[in-house]
């Protein structure tokens, strides 16, 4: 192919075409050959102009992270300097709703961020959005007459939010779910719960049409079968879906390939068989801790244990979490595995109540929708340790997660 543009438009294209394959087909659509071929140059000007595809993703995150500054500033200069305590809930639902509708915001907060927590050279640039984002929310937090220590798990939310309703959401279920639930947040951060419906219809509704779609699963009876999916659950972990492959699976399970073929023959059913998995593994830890779980908790207990369900002792990310997410934003691509990802982003199981009501919280009992305010602050919460040195992750994530729940349940 020949080069025709100079290089400034050569750059300029290669940064669109690389957003514009994130946005439609997640990193794994981002290689230097699609790349190349998208903006109209050779693939080689990928490695000539950004040092390979990794600077490329650096310098795409740059890009989209200063859009999501400029959006920041305009969404604070459209705003009043001052407004009532009560309107922070619909405030918080208006601007997550505008945050998934803008292509790079969503860059930022979905793909990038999960990009970060294994490329490492991504970790400084998701440093800088959370700090730039954690101003944003407390500037929000404090026009509304609150106290700036509120501010952690409004931003938490907004970045848990995004990823629960993110691409492609169909609003018209999914909108009074949001505004119900930042309702239910900023009356749990006023402390001022009694009065609030604790009915949460959007939520159950949302989680009930889901299993529905989705059926029963019926775990494969090889115990062989079942270890390929739980390598695959690892594997997505560690390198995201483009890793999750039928060779990467016999290696990291000890199985040969004729073996794994034979269970999932195609990638499709082995991607959909270990999201499967996934779910059941979580639905079932959930049920264990609510059968399980001690008659009361401290904050700080409930902390720790995240902490440590998220981050092990080096500091390095397990890969379930991640797993997780990377489930969720690909069900935004596809149709196949959507209601997997809804049931998992609406439901929340007995284990997360019986968590809130070991803690004895203040106000009203805590029921599921408060549940799922807890998850999604939490989900924020683990998408800001991404940017964190592996040494302080841990302690990071502890204090962090501390704070939020003291916020809305001490």
Known sequence: MKDDAGPAEAQERLLQAALDLLHEDGPSGVSARAVGDRAGV???????????????????????????????AAALAAAPPSAPAQTLAAWTASLVQDLCSRRDLLLVSREFRQLAARTPGLAALAREDQVQADAFWREIVQRCGLPAAL????ADFAAGATLTHGRGADWRLELPWLLQSCERLAARLRGARAGLPGWDGWRALA???????IGPWTAPASEAAIRMLDAGIGI???QGVEGLTHRAVARAAGASLANVT??????????????RRLHSRLVAAGSDAGRAGPSELSIAAVADGLAGVVVDAHGGLRPEP?????????????????????????????????????LRPRGDPPDRLDAHLLSTVLMGAIRGVYGVDPRERRAWLTRRAMADVDALFG
Not at 151 to 154: D, L, N, S, T
Not at 207 to 213: G, V
Not at 264 to 269: D, E, I, N
Not at 323 to 334: K, P, T, V, W
């Open 42 to 72: 050779s693939a080689s000007s990928v490695n000539y102009h950004f040092g390979g595809r990794d600077g490329l993703l650096a310098r795409a995150f740059g890009h989209a992270g200063a859009e999501a500054q400029r959006w920041r």
């Open 151 to 154: 501010a952690g798990p409004v």
């Open 207 to 213: 989680e009930r049409q889901a299993a529905a779609a």
């Open 236 to 238: 997505v972990g560690a």
């Open 262 to 275: 034979h269970h999932f023959p195609t990638r499709s059913a082995l991607v959909h068989a270990a999201f």
């Open 322 to 358: 991640i797993a997780l997410e990377e489930l969720i934003m690909s069900a935004g691509r596809d149709p196949a595995i959507r209601d997997v990802a809804m049931q998992l982003r609406a439901g929340r199981g007995e284990g997360s109540v019986a968590t809130l009501q070991s």
